[in-house]
């Protein structure tokens, strides 16, 4: 659909896979994991430094533990979207800890060069271990 509403798709999209899980998951067999918004850094107004330029040159997390922005829309769509499924879905969610990390980017390391900033992924090794941890030992 042209020009579709972004948060709409993504609730389509997500209502898709769970009626998935829904249809096609053995709880007794099987776990089920989603992990959660993937936040991108490109807005340094957001985290009240308005001067610096997205992720570029940051090289410490924010202190704390919230992020002064928000949480992305898209973490609303998906909790509730995942509050409906009756089969059991563990959230790994690492939204709020990601958003803390706006010195975790590549930044024109990865992307471009100096023509573009990489706000959206992220380096290795550093949060994607974070969130592997949190996988782990909801596992085990």
């Known amino acids: 659909m042209k020009d579709m509403d972004r948060m709409l798709a993504f609730e389509t999209a997500l209502k898709t896979w769970a009626a998935w899980v829904e249809a096609n998951i053995d709880p007794s067999k099987s776990l089920v994991f989603f992990q959660g918004i993937s936040p991108s850094h490109y807005n340094s107004s957001l985290w009240n430094d308005p001067k ?21 829309q898209a ?10 499924v009756r089969k059991k879905v563990k959230l790994l969610d690492i939204t709020v800890l990601s958003l803390l990390r706006k010195d975790g980017h590549p ?20 949060v ?13």
């Open 52 to 72: 610096a330029k997205g992720c570029l040159g940051q090289e410490q997390p924010l202190l704390g533990s919230s992020y002064p922005g928000g949480v992305p």
């Open 75 to 84: 973490l609303g769509v998906l909790k509730r979207v995942l509050s409906t």
């Open 107 to 126: 930044s024109v390391y990865g992307f471009g060069g100096s023509t573009g900033l990489d706000c959206s992924h992220w380096c290795l090794a550093g």
């Open 128 to 140: 994607p271990d974070t969130w592997n941890e949190i996988l782990f030992n909801l596992i085990f």
